[in-house]
């Protein structure tokens, strides 16, 4: 976790240690993890950012604003501006 943490300082990425060490737990006890907040709050930015810090690979899938089930989880499309 020290490391990862000082990787992200060093990219001035700042997240408290226990969110780190949340996220290690989620990916060492999980296979599939789904984070929920408000955009913005950093949920993107820490999966990226925590991937690169150890040489990983991080998937992004959206979903729909108002996604509450696990049906349709998968399929949804996200409609970017050009």
Sequence with gaps: ??????HL???DILYPRHIIE???TLLRTKDLIILAGDSGS?????VKSFAKAVGGKSVIVPVKPNWTSREDLLGYYCRLAP
């Design 1 to 6: 976790v020290s490391y990862i943490q000082a």
């Design 9 to 11: 300082v060093e990219n």
């Design 22 to 24: 949340n996220y290690l």
């Design 42 to 46: 950093g949920k993107t930015n820490l």
